[in-house]
């Protein structure tokens, strides 16, 4: 086994399997450790075509690899990461040696308690080697959310200009990213029935979706279709830096699975979440957990507004009258969005705790 990659290099294992929500969060993650703490990362993907479109011009830092069956995989990082339970490859497990390759399985984000107590935890592995998992959440006893530390100052310079948009001040701008599992035809005609018109950027990964509902053809990006009050915008795929100022630039976000949950919720702006559908409706318990979390100081006015809309959005359920219900309150959720914002902001976040981990874990095995 080769040993020339210090504690300085790491290596990330992602599997793509939900099209942008692993890789999103991976390679966010690489970035920040990247770019905050020194790190050089090596992101192992398996879908490397998509991966690139994340990528863009790439990093300094970071080597994207293209994880087969036939990689080469000689040489190990002494800190290692595998995310969401993809597992590593055998061949890789067999150059690892115990004390020498420290193993993370950085987990799914959740807000339910139980996470508390599995977090940080090591679980014995029958080749002799120790895996660690790290979980994501909305509490101090977590590993926290991906946030980078200049990301307010970002924030100040984002404008509808950069995403080649102009702003409509006369309409509500919502953006739209979802599940086929959505019930879209009851939203949208409950935005064409709005009391206040709005205007829907929808990324072109969604337009399939829109166009069954709109009963049209087929959509392309840059089209804009008029429904009496709702006005459509195709907008095309979205690099992670531009998807961040449409969500800070919109009034209102709908979101899905992971990346784009906790960037609408350092949006700081109203939004619905829409949880990944699982079998026996385990999706359901992960929303309710989170409302929990997300609603704990909202006046109960407010939060019954929203954990109907939630809901009605996750079981397939949604009306018109919980888009108006959600108009109703619209200030008082803004207010909240910007607080909730504010108090995750306080702690520390997923790749700064990652860091302090891996080096009390290095300081006591020394």
Not at 113 to 118: A, D, L, P
């Amino acid at each position: 086994m080769s040993t020339d990659l210090p504690r300085s290099h790491w290596d990330i294992f992602c599997k793509v399997v939900d099209n942008f929500g692993d890789i999103g969060v991976c390679w966010r993650l690489a970035q920040q450790l990247a770019e905050e703490h020194g790190r050089h990362i090596r992101l192992w993907v398996d879908d490397l075509a998509l991966a690139k479109r994340f990528t863009g011009a790439g990093h300094a830092r970071i080597t994207l690899k293209h994880w087969t069956d036939h990689s080469d995989f000689s040489r190990v990082a002494e800190v290692v990461i595998e995310t969401f339970g993809c597992g590593l490859p055998e061949s890789y497990q067999q150059q690892m040696r115990p004390q020498q390759s420290l193993w993370i399985n950085v987990d799914y984000l959740s807000a339910e308690s139980w996470v508390e107590g599995f977090h940080a935890q090591p679980s014995p592995q029958a080749n002799g080697l120790v895996r660690y998992f790290f979980y994501p959440g909305f509490t101090a006893s977590t590993g926290g959310l991906l946030r980078e530390s200049d990301l307010p100052e970002r924030q100040a310079q984002y404008r509808w200009q950069d995403l080649r948009l102009e702003p409509a001040p006369s309409k509500l701008t919502l953006s739209l990213f979802c599940y086929t599992h959505a019930p879209l035809a009851g939203l949208v005609d409950s935005l064409q029935h709005s009391t206040q018109a709005v205007r829907v950027m929808v990324p072109e990964p969604v337009a399939p979706m829109l166009a069954n509902v709109l009963d049209v053809t087929g959509l392309e990006v840059g089209e804009h279709i008029q429904r009496q009050q709702a006005e459509f915008v195709i907008i095309p795929f979205l690099s992670q830096a531009d998807y961040d100022r449409l969500l800070y630039l919109c009034d209102f976000n709908f979101v899905r699975g992971e990346d784009s949950w906790i960037r609408a919720i350092w949006a700081g702006k109203p939004m619905i979440w829409l949880p990944y559908q699982q079998s026996e409706e385990t999706h359901l318990v992960k929303l309710k957990a989170f409302m929990q979390h997300y609603l704990a100081q909202a006046e109960a006015p407010l939060s019954a507004v929203i954990q109907h809309a939630m809901q009605a959005w996750a079981q397939d359920s949604w009306q018109a009258t919980d888009w108006e219900s959600l108009l109703s309150v619209l200030p008082q959720f803004r207010q909240h969005a910007q607080a909730f914002k504010l108090h995750q902001s306080q702690q520390v976040d997923l790749a700064t705790n990652l860091v302090i981990f891996i080096e009390k874990y290095c300081t006591h095995r020394v």
